[in-house]
């Protein structure tokens, strides 16, 4: 089968839901080609034959076939909103699987996969933080009611009803030194309105530094730790700049996310929308949309295309995984669902993609991973075991 990397591109960023109107129309212009056509029958064909070998399939994958074949059939029909998006689904989650090792099915079993060993389940993280003003005082905002909850230096700061941190300037001659801080542990995430208006999510296990006020200020600047995803508010004349423990990220007005955990080999930043610069005490880079900077150890940075949605979807309350290892895979479970991880013997070196909400049970989660046949799990307290 003749690859077509463009198409398979296009259709990744309309099953996200990041394509651009440019982008979309493209995508509906090529699907309406019969050579275009043939190509996705055939894709899918094969993905389909791939799953059909090790595993069961639901009767929903089942169908997914013919909902797909009913899509390609009629792409002329399709409204300009991309009405198809919920049949899509269908066939995305199963076209998200990659056949190069280790096999990860949802909505599946494996037929001879052990059952994972469960002394007792462990709930999902939840929203929450720990907001610390600029003299010290903390606040839990699980604890806080909805409606204003600190009044500092000229600004207001509340609470929503969905949780989110709001700030709001209320006197021209606010303090641009006095800093807050948010903060989450493991199995908690926010979000926080800062006072320009940027839109900031904070995943587990993560901390934002940022001034209670930007006026008088020539540049917006943050310190970020963990990982964040930032819909930075356009201001040309000031641009917004996070800094992490090795690099600086400068934008005028974008959407991007930051993994910089320290448990992680290498500090990834992905690009949606927009543009950013990425500094380092070696180089710099400029990221398009869809690209993602990889900056390792000695400082070097490396650009590549990125699929923005695996990036984001943490943000999106879902696990998705990438071609992971199974320690990154734990990882991302340790600090959502606030575990150990520990070992035992050998460690599967299979790779595992596809993805499940974090609001499941810890167990689900790991019986999805199990249903593969290549990794085993026992939970005991907030601890889990893993073998091969």
């Known amino acids: 089968m003749k690859d077509n990397p463009r198409l398979l591109a296009l259709y990744k960023l309309h099953r996200d839901k990041l394509a651009s109107a440019e982008e979309q129309e493209e995508f509906e212009k090529l699907l309406s080609d019969q050579e275009n ?35 390609i059939r009629s792409p002329q029909k399709l409204p300009r909103k991309v009405k198809l998006w919920p049949k899509w689904a269908v066939a995305a989650s199963i076209a998200i699987v990659i056949f190069t090792g280790g096999y990860l099915y949802f909505q599946t079993r494996s037929q001879n996969s052990k059952s994972t060993e469960i002394v007792n389940d462990i709930a999902p993280g939840k929203n929450g933080a720990t907001l610390t003003l600029a003299n010290g005082q903390k606040i839990l905002i699980n604890d806080a009611l909805a409606g204003n909850i600190a009044t500092q230096a000229g600004v207001s700061i509340s609470k929503n009803a969905s949780g989110q941190i709001i700030y709001e300037i209320t006197d021209n001659g606010s303090n641009n030194s006095a800093y807050n801080s948010l903060s989450t542990t493991r199995g908690e995430q926010t979000q926080v309105r800062l006072p320009d208006g940027t839109l900031v999510f904070l995943n587990a ?27 930075v508010a356009k201001d040309k004349a000031h641009p917004f700049i996070v800094k992490t423990a090795n690099q600086e990220v400068e934008v005028l007005g974008t959407h991007f996310n930051i993994n910089t955990y320290s448990s992680e080999s290498n500090v990834r930043t992905t690009l949606l929308e927009g543009s950013v610069k990425i500094s380092s005490s070696n180089n710099s880079k400029i990221l398009k949309p869809n690209e993602q900077a990889i900056l390792s150890g000695d400082g070097n940075i490396r650009v590549s295309e990125a699929d923005a949605a695996v990036a984001v979807a943490w943000k999106n309350n ?71």
């Open 318 to 388: 879902q696990f998705m995984f990438d071609s992971e290892n199974i320690q990154t895979v734990m990882r991302m479970i340790e600090r959502w669902y606030d575990v150990d991880v520990e070992y035992v013997g050998e460690i599967t070196d299979e790779k595992f993609w596809g993805g499940v909400s974090r609001f499941d049970k810890v167990s689900k989660v790991l019986k999805s991973l199990e249903s593969t046949g290549k990794v085993h799990f026992k939970i005991e307290g907030r601890k889990i075991y893993v073998s091969k």
């Open 37 to 71: 056509e043939e190509f996705l029958k055939s894709y899918f064909d094969e993905v389909w034959g791939k799953l059909s070998e090790p595993v069961y399939a639901s009767q929903e994958i089942s169908n997914s076939r013919e909902i797909l074949d009913d899509i």
């Open 205 to 231: 296990e993560s901390s934002l530094k940022y001034p209670t006020s930007f006026r008088k200020l020539d540049k917006r600047q943050v310190s970020l730790t963990g990982e964040g995803y930032f819909e």
